[in-house]
């Protein structure tokens, strides 16, 4: 079953958290509209979680991190875990600027594994 897609936002003592989860879907996208009077700082953590096939099958799985339209990282890994789940993950920081918006995007593939869930999560430092 595909949890419905949900964007979150919390304030916590004036910290800002977002977040964002698509279920299995194959991308997803963060947007955290812009503030006035002050820059941000933001932790940035992108999951992506499959299901590893029986052993024996080649299978691996890619994630693409995006931030404003730039690439920010792309990996592919071996699924490598038979039968159980898999994961990619890819934590970073960015600064954003007084009166700025930050969008986060995530892409990923697979071959061989199922797709189980994409995520991003933001945190004010």
Same mark, same amino acid.
């Given at each position: 079953?595909?949890?419905?897609?949900?964007?979150?936002?919390?304030?916590?003592?004036?910290?800002?958290?977002?977040?964002?989860?698509?279920? #299995?879907? #194959?991308?997803?996208?963060?947007?955290?509209?812009? !503030?006035?009077?002050?820059?941000?700082?933001?932790?940035?953590?992108?999951?992506?979680?499959?299901?590893?096939?029986?052993?024996?099958?080649?299978?691996?799985?890619?994630? !693409?991190?995006?931030?404003?339209?730039?690439?920010?990282?792309?990996?592919?890994?071996?699924?490598? !875990?038979?039968?159980?789940?898999?994961?990619?993950?890819?934590?970073?920081?960015?600064?954003?600027?007084?009166?700025?918006?930050?969008?986060?995007?995530?892409?990923?593939?697979?071959?061989?594994?199922?797709?189980?869930?994409?995520?991003?999560?933001?945190?004010?430092?």
């Amino acid at each position: 079953i595909t949890p419905p897609h949900s964007l979150q936002a919390v304030a916590n003592a004036g910290a800002e958290q977002w977040q964002v989860d698509v279920g #299995d879907a #194959d991308v997803a996208t963060l947007h955290i509209p812009p !503030t006035l009077g002050r820059a941000r700082r933001f932790h940035i953590d992108v999951r992506c979680v499959v299901q590893c096939p029986a052993e024996g099958t080649a299978a691996w799985h890619a994630m !693409t991190v995006e931030v404003n339209g730039r690439r920010e990282r792309s990996r592919q890994i071996k699924t490598s !875990t038979p039968g159980q789940a898999d994961r990619l993950d890819y934590h970073f920081r960015v600064e954003v600027p007084v009166g700025a918006a930050l969008r986060v995007r995530a892409l990923t593939r697979v071959h061989g594994a199922v797709r189980r869930r994409l995520q991003i999560e933001a945190a004010e430092a």
